[in-house]
């Protein structure tokens, strides 16, 4: 009965190659995100959709292509990967109520680039 | 830029103790605040918000207080335990968007709380 559920977990991957990333919630939430997590902890915005639409594309490369066929799911497929997308993803979902916007996160998926 | 920050990067305390785990931020505009507890190996996790029309708000043995004259934000954590034991995040945004999605949280650099026996 997990809220938000990434998968996978782990993934370690070679330079170049094409890679995705599966994000479920179960909480009926409108809107869903990534963020992504660096090796210092700094947690950055990466995207948003509501129903099913982009709402926030905080200057992500390209190559970063989120895809929401429901509003329970939003997968990243990640293309021509570098060293530097070396990084923990976590999806996160919400609703905005009148008093409460909480964002609830996945447990991540560990992206490793060689 | 704007900013999220926080001024400690490691805090060490005895258990039982009380904790206070400081947040600075920079945009005038915030206008809701949350703070994120992140044990190794998981998500972010909700502990409490608070919204800019408030100064203080209690939760189960936590305390948030937000001081807007100087863009302050302090998480309080009373009788800390082991299970306490985390990475904290202060996040804030600056608009509440009410509907189309999409509050756009930005996450302080976290402080490290360690908690010893």
């Known amino acids: 009965d997990t809220a938000v559920s990434q998968t996978p977990k782990y993934l370690v991957t070679q330079m170049g190659n094409d890679k995705s990333i599966k994000c479920e919630q179960n909480l009926g939430h409108d809107t869903m995100y990534w963020y992504k997590q660096d090796s210092k902890k700094f947690l950055k915005i990466m995207f948003s959709y509501n129903n099913k639409e982009l709402i926030i594309n905080e200057t992500v490369p390209n190559r970063f292509s989120p895809k929401s066929p429901d509003k329970a799911h939003l997968n990243l497929h990640i293309n021509s990967l570098e060293l530097g997308d070396s990084a923990v993803y976590f999806c996160?979902?919400?609703?905005?109520?009148?008093?409460?916007?909480?964002?609830?996160f996945g447990p991540g998926t560990r992206l490793l680039v060689l | 830029g704007e900013s999220v920050g926080l001024h400690l990067p490691t805090l060490s305390v005895q258990e039982g103790d009380n904790s206070i785990i400081n947040c600075a931020y920079s945009n005038s505009a915030s206008d809701y605040f949350i703070w994120y507890k992140q044990e190794s190996g998981k998500g972010p996790q909700f502990i409490i918000d608070i919204r800019s029309n408030m100064d203080k708000r209690q939760g189960q043995r936590v305390t948030v207080l937000l001081n807007k004259t100087v863009k302050h934000l302090s998480l309080q954590i009373a009788a800390t335990q082991p299970g306490d034991s985390a990475v904290y995040f202060c996040?804030?945004?600056?608009?509440?968007?009410?509907?189309?999605?999409?509050?756009?949280?930005?996450f302080g650099t976290g402080t490290q709380l360690k908690v010893e026996l």
């Open positions: 996040a804030e945004t600056p608009v509440r968007i009410l509907t189309g999605g999409g509050n756009k949280l930005t």
């Open positions: 996160a979902s919400s609703q905005v109520t009148q008093t409460q916007e909480t964002q609830y």
